[in-house]
């Protein structure tokens, strides 16, 4: 299907290949190439023994691993396109920082919270019914009533079975004579004294006119109209499903059932809902068994998102893999991570810490459980060793399968919303320039300030943003959205002129001057027209001038501009959030679990600190868990913002 060839070696296997392929079965030998380049040293010259211009490699497994340095290969395009790269290790580093720490970071947030909670994926452990009479006829046998009994050899498949599984808590079976035997068995084996369900929606498939003939090849079937449809059995089993997800939340399902119906529970779960990607499935065997976690189904906001932006992920993750454009697989995963951790679990934390396990909770557990299992399935070819270790993780004590032997998902293209995907991103880009402006500044993002303004291009409805979510991102007591920024803020363009100086010689005054006033237009892929000429994206960068106290940013869909004046009280409400802080360090440094109760004591001489923690008493003590915080002694000396503190705190 495809070789893969060094740059410097193409005269030799590549081309060999293709001439012998040519002349002796005139037809190309393989169907596609990918043609990798070479590894030079950081300082651009080969990689040489006797200079020691490269890192020892071992070295560098061992600071980063070497997913990280497989990713990095991969990522650039000495992998795929043929080019030479320099070889930098800080690029390594970033790997490690930008990919791999944030998803143990994501595992260990549900590992931490799910414990707390006692909370478990609902699981479906589907045992293909033992060895029937049809199986020794090879005859289709899709009707309730027929008398199919188990074989002696079917019923020590269903013992074997029993063996593989443990802790059940619900049995459900198909109504059919050889499922209901089977499990009798299992329940005789594992003396299992629970509910047992039977359920017509994990029957065995209607066979139509191929009923009582013998089996045929399964394209055969699929293309019966007589018998039942793909189409209609994966609606049955989402019925399924949902019921199981509706009355077994957190539990462990044993499934007995048939065939044909846990293949196509296989395809299913990993969405391949069309007959090509159906029959990349193997057959279920008799008395095996095999087991999955229920996808969730969520109405929340950020659940439906984060779900939509993944399968947009597997969208375009298959369709490169297939394009053998592995730099654009490679480089789709981070910004995906970013998008996990630095929104959806920021976002979503206060619904992991509420207390109970409500319905809404329960979606926000499965959803983040699903994404991490689907990501490490999805990093299984380009990081294989933390890949495995993030699924083992995710499986937990429901079984030790290597992601290995998994199957790479589709897209479930029905959960992509790119509506909602535009408007969250929007949100996330709003409060990104608004970080940038603070920076800038040298404010704080704990730091409240008193306004924000956004104005966005005309294609975009302004309306659909949720003001309240950028109010609290970007810590500003106002949003504000505005028809133009006309009068408010200009945009100008600042010229780089050690780019473009020796292109336009004494044209550039006149250009810079076009800049400064506005004068210019965007072009297509970000070129721009200006005095005349043109520049190219790279050449300039687009800035505002605004009123005095105002700083603006934009991208090409918004602006947004931010009052950067900071008040007495917003001083105080900035401290208060930075003492916040202090005392959350000080409970991990202490050893309080996370949900610990506490009391606060402290002893200041300065009354701003005292200020804060009279002030905004309610705020603190909602963030930190304390039923009281008062004036008294303190052990811990903490300095905020150059003012002096002493904290105390008991566990309640």
């Not at 930098?88 to 590992?111: D, M, T």
């Not at 959806?344 to 983040?368: C, H, I, M, P, V």
Request: glycine letters at 6%; one cysteine or more; proline letters at 3%.
């Amino acid at each position: 299907n495809f070789i893969s060839e060094g740059m410097d070696q193409t005269r030799g296997w590549f081309y060999t290949l293709h001439v012998l392929g040519t002349a002796l079965f005139d037809k190309p030998i393989f169907d596609n190439v990918i043609c990798s380049g070479i590894v030079l040293a950081e300082d651009g010259q080969k990689m040489s023994k006797s200079k020691k211009n490269y890192p020892d490699p071992n070295i560098i497994f061992e600071k980063y691993g070497a997913d990280a340095m497989r990713f990095y290969l991969l990522q650039s395009p000495v992998a795929t396109k043929g080019e030479n790269l320099r070889f930098s290790e800080r690029e390594v580093e970033e790997v490690l920082k930008n990919l791999i720490l944030p998803l143990k970071n994501a595992y260990q947030f549900l590992s931490l919270y799910a414990n707390i909670d006692n909370w478990r994926p609902t699981e479906l452990c589907f045992v293909r019914h033992g060895e029937a009479q049809h199986n020794v006829e090879r005859i289709y046998s899709g009707e309730k009533d027929n008398p199919h009994h188990l074989t002696k050899k079917g019923r020590v498949q269903a013992k074997d079975s029993a063996k593989n599984l443990k802790d059940i808590d619900v049995i459900i079976t198909s109504p059919f004579v050889r499922a209901r035997e089977t499990t009798e068995i299992l329940k005789a084996e594992l003396n299992f004294t629970g509910e047992i369900i039977e359920s017509d929606l994990i029957r065995e498939i209607g066979f139509g006119d191929l009923e009582g003939k013998k089996y045929g090849p399964i394209t055969e079937r699929l293309k019966n109209p007589s018998c039942e449809s793909l189409d209609q059995l994966m609606e049955r089993l989402d019925k399924f499903v949902t019921e199981v997800s509706k009355n077994h939340p957190g539990k462990k399902v044993a499934v007995v059932s048939h065939g044909g119906v846990v293949r196509g529970m296989e395809s299913f779960m990993n969405n391949a809902s069309d007959q090509e990607s159906y029959l990349l499935y193997p057959p279920c065997h008799t008395g095996e068994l095999r087991s999955y976690f229920i996808k969730p189904k969520s109405s929340n906001d950020l659940d439906e998102w984060i779900l939509s932006e993944l399968q947009t992920l597997m969208k375009d993750y298959r369709e490169n893999f297939d394009n053998y454009d592995l730099e654009k697989v490679c480089r789709s995963l981070p910004p995906f991570v970013d998008k996990l951790n630095n929104w959806y679990l920021r976002r979503n934390r206060k619904r992991f810490w509420a207390s109970g396990l409500t319905e809404d909770k329960q979606a926000a557990f499965t959803t983040l459980h699903h994404v991490l299992m689907q990501i490490s399935k999805l990093m299984a070819p380009i990081c294989p060793f933390f890949a495995d270790q993030l699924y083992l993780n995710c499986l937990g004590d429901a079984g030790d399968a290597s992601v290995h032997l998994q199957t790479i998902p589709f897209a479930d293209k029905s959960r992509i919303n790119k509506e909602l995907e535009i408007r969250i991103n929007l949100e996330r880009d709003i409060v990104s320039l608004a970080a940038g402006i603070r920076a800038r500044q040298k404010i704080k993002l704990r730091q409240p300030l008193s306004a924000l303004q956004l104005a966005v291009s005309d294609h975009i409805d302004a309306t659909v943003l949720d003001l309240e979510t950028i109010k609290a991102e970007a810590n500003v007591k106002s949003v504000e959205i505005l028809k133009s920024t006309e009068g408010i803020a200009e945009q100008v363009v600042k010229v780089d002129a050690s780019k473009v100086g020796r292109k336009f010689g004494k044209k550039m005054q006149g250009i810079i001057q076009a800049g400064k006033s506005g004068d210019f237009k965007v072009l297509e892929g970000g070129r721009l027209e200006i005095g005349g000429e043109e520049i190219e994206a790279d050449e300039y960068e687009m800035t505002f001038m605004t009123e005095e106290g105002k700083e603006a940013a934009s991208t090409p869909e918004v602006v947004v501009l931010l009052d950067t004046e900071i008040t007495e009280v917003l001083e105080i409400e900035g401290l208060a959030r930075d003492l916040t802080r202090a005392i959350q360090e000080l409970r991990k440094s202490s050893g309080f679990e996370i949900s610990d109760r506490i009391t606060v004591s402290f002893e200041t001489g300065s009354e701003k600190i005292e200020k804060a923690l009279t002030d905004f008493s309610d705020l603190i003590a909602g963030e930190v868990l304390a039923n009281e915080i008062k004036s008294g002694t303190g052990e811990h000396e903490s300095e905020i913002d150059g003012e002096i503190v002493k904290l105390g705190l008991a566990k309640i």
